[in-house]
């Protein structure tokens, strides 16, 4: 069975990272899309609201046979893929100014752990210039967001933004 992390911040899933997962779910059987606790940022959403976000939007792609598994993660991501027994780590790129970073984070993760290799694939160009920061900034700003966001994930940003008022 071919198995792969997506891992990431999600804050919070934006139709890029939807994007990624429909086109990873015809490589891997199974995508463990691991949302990293990080006690250090000050999110939008509580992990427990990104996962149910995750879980919600999921079902709305088209993503064939396989199967997916919300997790969070904490520490180095190599020592959970290892204690998942998953060995590729799956990511997109958008651009170029992608590529810097995560050349960085892949070396770095295959100098701590070399069995672990990770697979780039690249977003759909609609996506190019979509990032959970920016959709998030433009929001709070009252821009537009649709067809950057599942619907539902804005909504639930219009009710944070409504009890921060
Ligand atoms: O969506 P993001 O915020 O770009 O995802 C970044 C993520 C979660 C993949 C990265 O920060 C990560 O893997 N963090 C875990 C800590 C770690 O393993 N660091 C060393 C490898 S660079």
Redesign the pocket.
Known sequence: MRRAIY????DPITNGHLDIIERGSKLFDEIIIAI?YNPDKNPLFSIEERKALLEQVLPTINAGNCRFIVEDFE????EYAIKRRVDTIL?GIRAISDYEYEL??AL??RK?EPRIETVFLMAGEAFSYVSSRLVKQVFALGGKIDGFVPPLVEEQMRKKLNNKF
Request: hydrophobic share 55%.
């Open positions: 891992p990431g911040s999600f990293l520490g180095l991501l190599v990511r960085q984070m770095m993760n701590l």
